[in-house]
């Protein structure tokens, strides 16, 4: 089956969802354009996201997609929290940060019985999944108005899991993704394989449509991801110059440089592992640490870092997601850069 038949889309596109970078404008715009928009939720109070899904609904009759994680909040560790800012204290005297004033920082909350009533509200025609699914009732709940539930799957097995629990198509992320790794079976990141390495397996383990996502910036990325039997692909990386995306600036100098060609995964920014471009608290404390509390409470230790450091136009503490291949970033709008990854 097409995308075109499954979600109702004329090109093979859909925009990433991205957290803490985008907000409607950019889900518009790709999808006034015949691709996927996508509006991530993860980081959005739920008022946020009723603003969010009205100006939509105002601006585009084309369908689009809502998307939210479904990871477990951990129980916070006084143990853990003690350990990673004891990691961090050196920073915070070189910044003047008080740690004993530090508040909970922006978190990342996974999808609710209140966010599927919200939903209900609006009936999205596509709900997309990280982490996994959320519960069998939720998730009867978004399919009962129609929605088209999409998830992401990081190997074969997550691959399976997902057919056998209902979606409707299954996101193969290759580990080339910019972002987190939508990883929820496994911990391990050795099990995590490339793209093109990735996408024929999923295509061969499963009879649902898979879409391609990691490492995709150009037409003829696309079409090799066609060729090798997806429906459609997920860009997120390439979206992120657009002037309709939110990306911070210290961001986008980042992405404009030759920083953007060393990517790594890392977890000091939330918790689980995600690739961004690599910046001096990665190459300082990690790329991966074993202090870090679990997804998402690391983020709220770095965040008053994040913040001193970006006052002073400095990315040290920032996490500044990016994929592999950031050679598609373009400072265009997003309409030009859906058509031309569809040319
Ligand atoms: C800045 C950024 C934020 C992301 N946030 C999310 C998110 O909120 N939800 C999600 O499902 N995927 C998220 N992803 C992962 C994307 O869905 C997708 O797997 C990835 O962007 C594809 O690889 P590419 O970046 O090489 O195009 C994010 C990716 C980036 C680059």
Redesign the pocket.
Known sequence: MTLRDLLGIGLPVIQ??????QGSALAIAVSNAGGLGSL?C?MLGLDAVREELAKIRAATRAPYNV?F?CHAPPAPSAEREAAWRSALAPYYSEYGIDPAAIPPGPGRAPFTAQAAALLAEFKPPVV???FGLPSAELLAGVKSWGAKVLS?ATTVEEARWLEARGVDAV?A?GV?????R?MFLTEDLSTQAGTFALLPQVVRAVRLPVIA?????DAKGVAAALALGAAGV?????Y?LCPEATTSAVHRAALKSDAARHTALTNVFTGRPARGVVNRIMRELGPVSGAAPAFPLAGSAVAPLRAKAEGRGSGDFSPL?????PSGCREIPAADLTRSLAA
């Open positions: 990433a969802p991205m957290a803490g970078v991530p993860a998307n994680f997309s999944f990280h992401s996101i992320q080339e993704a910019g972002g987190h939508g996502a990691g490492g995709i910036a997920q860009v997120g990386t390439a992120l997601w990016c994929g592999q291949n």
